[in-house]
């Protein structure tokens, strides 16, 4: 009895010893044949596969071949790897997918350095700029032409010289510096006037020349800016009123200089894109005149006269609407001359001296004044 129970013992242990080692090898056989375990990079869990598909091209190289299932879907990867989202057909399965493939960055793996992730990209800073055209002095040439009304008076004589004027006019600006400008202005102007006086008497030419220097600095602001500026000026004035008037008083050529110093300024503002509104206000110091009257003209034995002239002012202003081609506007200028010293000279004149010839007269030039206004326009060529 002992041995037949020994026996069957020994039996059914030698069988589960059998049935064990034939599990071990049924399970190594599938495992050979059917399911890999395959972890993608950073993958949460385990994801088997079907299909034989090639590996992803990443640090993992000489591995056994993975099957993928047809209906793969999806699967997670660390942001170390950037995948090429395009899926072809696993070898010997029309519905599978081979998994994607990869760049693989060393310096983006965790694994090998310390990942310092990227700076967040930040937007530029808005310029700081105005949605207007600028409002500095440029450097450039200005050509331009004016027409406008001119009178003349000397009121102490009750004399008047007015009518039409016209003017051509070239400035030439160069900005340097911070915000330094400099600034030369030629103009010339004439006009054929009509007399008022000693009787009357139209057509009279008249013409003058002015040529200044400035220099000045801008002041910017975001809505406006200022311009002061100052400088030095010369003008000549020539009046021809030879011939005789309504009553058949003579008339003769004058000719005056004058030197001043200008103080000024040039407020700009915004009009659009293209555009700006540009002004002008000036105050202007006489310094010294020179009168000069040709006496001898009227033929009565006068002398030739000059006259010093030590005081007075001129005012001037514009407002003009300025692009970077071209500029237009209204603008003034005003003159107001004191009277001038006397100068006494010999005169073998009947008239001037009563019928007692030769005598010392004095002459001098009066208080005078005189205004001009028009429309301006010019234009930009650099």
Same mark, same amino acid.
């Given at each position: 009895?002992?041995?037949?129970?020994?026996?069957?013992?020994?039996?059914?242990?030698?069988?589960?010893?059998?049935?064990?080692?034939?599990?071990?090898?049924? %399970?190594?056989?599938?495992?050979?044949?059917?399911?890999?375990?395959?972890?993608?990079?950073?993958?949460?869990?385990?994801?088997?596969?079907?299909?034989?598909?090639?590996?992803?091209?990443? %640090?993992?190289?000489?591995?056994?071949?993975?099957?993928?299932?047809?209906?793969? &879907? !999806?699967?997670?990867?660390?942001?170390?790897?950037?995948?090429?989202?395009?899926? $072809?057909?696993?070898?010997?399965?029309?519905?599978?997918?081979?998994? +994607?493939?990869?760049?693989?960055? =060393?310096?983006?793996?965790?694994?090998?350095?310390?990942?310092? =992730? =990227?700076?967040?990209?930040? +937007?530029?800073? +808005?310029?700081?700029?105005?949605?207007?055209?600028?409002?500095?002095?440029?450097?450039?040439?200005?050509?331009?032409?004016?027409?406008?009304?001119?009178?003349?008076?000397?009121?102490?004589?009750?004399? *008047?010289?007015?009518?039409?004027?016209?003017?051509?006019? $070239? $400035?030439?600006?160069?900005?340097?510096?911070?915000?330094?400008?400099?600034?030369?202005?030629? #103009?010339?102007?004439?006009?054929?006037?009509?007399?008022?006086?000693?009787?009357?008497?139209?057509? *009279?030419?008249?013409?003058?020349?002015?040529?200044?220097?400035?220099?000045?600095?801008?002041?910017?602001?975001?809505?406006?800016?200022?311009?002061?500026?100052? @400088?030095?000026?010369?003008?000549?004035?020539?009046?021809? $009123?030879?011939?005789?008037?309504?009553?058949?008083?003579?008339?003769?050529? #004058?000719?005056? *200089?004058?030197?001043?110093? =200008?103080?000024?300024?040039? /407020?700009?503002?915004?009009?659009?894109?293209?555009?700006?509104?540009? &002004?002008?206000?000036?105050?202007?110091?006489?310094?010294?005149?020179?009168?000069?009257?040709?006496?001898?003209?009227? @033929?009565?034995?006068?002398?030739?006269?000059?006259?010093?002239?030590? !005081? @007075?002012?001129?005012? #001037?202003?514009?407002?003009?609407?300025?692009?970077?081609?071209?500029?237009?506007?209204?603008?003034?200028?005003?003159?107001?001359?004191?009277?001038?010293?006397?100068?006494?000279?010999?005169?073998?004149? &009947?008239?001037?001296?009563?019928?007692? /010839?030769?005598?010392?007269?004095?002459?001098?030039?009066?208080?005078?004044?005189?205004? *001009?206004?028009?429309?301006?326009?010019?234009?930009?060529?650099?």
């Amino acid at each position: 009895m002992p041995s037949r129970k020994i026996k069957t013992c020994l039996a059914v242990f030698s069988g589960t010893v059998l049935a064990a080692v034939g599990m071990l090898c049924v %399970a190594q056989a599938r495992a050979e044949t059917t399911v890999y375990p395959y972890y993608p990079a950073g993958a949460s869990t385990q994801v088997n596969y079907g299909s034989p598909v090639p590996y992803a091209n990443d %640090a993992y190289t000489n591995r056994p071949p993975v099957y993928a299932p047809a209906s793969y &879907s !999806s699967y997670s990867s660390s942001s170390a790897y950037a995948a090429n989202d395009t899926y $072809a057909a696993a070898p010997g399965n029309s519905g599978g997918r081979q998994l +994607p493939s990869y760049s693989y960055n =060393p310096q983006l793996d965790p694994r090998q350095t310390t990942y310092i =992730p =990227p700076a967040p990209s930040v +937007p530029p800073s +808005p310029p700081n700029y105005h949605p207007y055209w600028d409002l500095a002095t440029h450097s450039g040439l200005d050509v331009g032409a004016q027409i406008g009304y001119y009178d003349y008076r000397e009121p102490s004589l009750d004399v *008047e010289l007015n009518g039409a004027l016209f003017g051509i006019d $070239a $400035a030439g600006t160069y900005a340097f510096g911070s915000q330094f400008f400099a600034e030369g202005d030629l #103009r010339y102007g004439f006009g054929w006037l009509d007399y008022t006086g000693s009787g009357s008497k139209d057509g *009279e030419f008249n013409d003058s020349v002015e040529a200044r220097a400035l220099i000045g600095k801008d002041f910017l602001f975001r809505e406006y800016s200022i311009s002061p500026y100052l @400088g030095v000026g010369y003008r000549t004035l020539y009046n021809d $009123a030879r011939g005789l008037t309504s009553t058949n008083a003579a008339g003769y050529r #004058r000719y005056n *200089e004058l030197y001043y110093l =200008p103080f000024g300024i040039y /407020p700009r503002t915004h009009i659009d894109s293209n555009a700006r509104l540009t &002004s002008q206000f000036e105050f202007d110091a006489v310094l010294r005149g020179l009168q000069k009257s040709w006496l001898s003209d009227a @033929g009565l034995g006068d002398p030739d006269v000059s006259n010093q002239q030590h !005081s @007075g002012y001129g005012l #001037r202003g514009n407002i003009m609407y300025e692009t970077p081609s071209w500029t237009v506007g209204p603008y003034f200028i005003y003159w107001h001359i004191d009277q001038s010293h006397v100068n006494f000279i010999r005169d073998t004149s &009947s008239a001037t001296c009563h019928g007692l /010839p030769p005598c010392n007269p004095g002459f001098f030039e009066p208080d005078n004044h005189t205004i *001009e206004a028009g429309v301006q326009f010019k234009y930009h060529f650099f």
